[in-house]
């Protein structure tokens, strides 16, 4: 049996849906499994073949995929759909019900027609081992600028650990890292904003003490190998996709415009983020760990 799946585009919702991936591929046991998609969401699954959407040479167009027995997607776009209907197999449903790895997990319990229990999100990485405490701070954010909190409370906030601090982002997100790097005490950091291939992010991340993050794909990758996370969200139904592990908290004001989920503030205040200050995030790293905090 030839299996192609479509995880969906993004890292964070890529990396909610592994474990449901996982889950699909150990009950269909096929000979062959193709992972289709975006670049993020192939690198997410080394281990089986990738065609790259819209990029790979082998494609002489968006409908010449290899012969299959089955397509799933995990998206719900109408490319997806027309997938469904040339290949045979299933799209994703909608649901509002439960964090978002669980809704990936119960598609695909319709998919088998079993009523299985939830496997969580798990990438096959080998995390980083770091020979000091060692604390990520990630500045940027998919989806736009009002999921973004500021530089220099990031870097207040880093000022007043007792880590190592590496500065995390992706292309775009260098100048965010820069005022960062600015701002920071002392020499105990590195920057490593753009400077990482996709598997040197899984790896760099997995290993860290604590990550201090905006809503992003990072939070959701930390989160998937246990790694303490304080994750700092503004505009976004944090309900549905806080970190999947028991290690977090949420640093939000709750505010009554929240979650709008826009990639610009309609009420142009940024009120959501801007209340956000440094010793609330300081606040939430204590109640995770508080030999981090330096003592002042």
């Known amino acids: 049996m030839h299996l192609i799946i479509e995880p969906p585009t993004w890292l964070g919702d890529s990396v909610m849906a592994s474990g449901a991936i996982e889950k699909l591929i150990e009950y269909l046991?096929?000979?062959?499994?193709?992972?289709?998609?975006?670049?993020?969401?192939?690198?997410?699954?080394?281990?089986?073949?990738?065609?790259?959407d819209k990029k790979d040479k082998r494609l002489k167009s968006l409908f010449s995929l290899p012969k299959a027995d089955m397509f799933v997607s995990f998206r719900?776009?109408?490319?997806?759909?027309?997938?469904?209907?040339?290949?045979?197999?299933?799209?994703?449903?909608?649901?509002?019900?439960?964090?978002?790895?669980e809704q990936y997990n119960s598609y695909v319990n319709f998919i088998l027609n079993k009523e299985l229990p939830n496997y969580a999100p798990k990438l096959n990485f080998i995390?980083?081992?770091?020979?000091?405490?060692?604390?990520?701070?990630?500045?940027?954010?998919?989806?736009?600028?009002?999921?973004?909190?500021?530089?220099?409370?990031?870097?207040?906030?880093?000022?007043?650990?007792?880590?190592?601090?590496?500065?995390?982002?992706?292309?775009?997100?260098?100048?965010?890292?820069?005022?960062?790097e600015d701002s920071l005490e002392g020499?105990?950091?590195?920057?490593?904003?753009?400077?990482?291939?996709?598997?040197?992010?899984?790896?760099?991340?997995?290993?860290?003490?604590?990550?201090?993050?905006?809503?992003?794909?990072?939070?959701?990758?930390?989160?998937?190998?246990?790694?303490?996370?304080?994750?700092?969200?503004?505009?976004?139904?944090y309900k549905h996709t806080y970190p999947y592990n028991t290690n977090y908290k949420i640093v939000t004001k709750n505010l009554e415009c929240a979650p709008c989920n826009k990639r610009v503030c309609p009420l142009k205040t940024h009120a959501c983020?801007?209340?956000?200050?440094?010793?609330?995030?300081?606040d939430a790293i204590k109640e995770l760990n508080p030999k981090i905090v330096r003592k002042k």
Not at 206 to 226: E, F, K, Q, R
Request: glycine share 10%; hydrophobic share 40%.
């Open 76 to 101: 719900r776009s109408l490319y997806s759909k027309i997938l469904k209907v040339k290949y045979g197999g299933y799209t994703l449903k909608k649901s509002n019900i439960g964090h978002l790895s």
């Open 187 to 237: 020499n105990n950091y590195i920057n490593l904003c753009a400077k990482l291939s996709i598997k040197e992010l899984y790896e760099a991340l997995g290993g860290l003490d604590m990550l201090i993050t905006n809503d992003s794909g990072p939070m959701h990758i930390a989160a998937s190998y246990g790694i303490n996370v304080v994750a700092i969200i503004g505009p976004t139904n």
């Open 29 to 52: 046991k096929p000979s062959r499994v193709t992972i289709f998609g975006s670049f993020v969401s192939t690198s997410l699954f080394p281990q089986y073949e990738s065609i790259i």
């Open 127 to 180: 995390p980083k081992k770091y020979d000091t405490i060692t604390v990520g701070i990630n500045p940027g954010a998919a989806f736009g600028a009002a999921k973004r909190w500021y530089p220099k409370e990031f870097a207040k906030v880093a000022n007043a650990l007792n880590a190592k601090i590496i500065i995390f982002g992706g292309p775009g997100e260098e100048e965010m890292a820069k005022a960062i």
């Open 273 to 282: 983020m801007k209340e956000i200050k440094a010793i609330d995030v300081i």
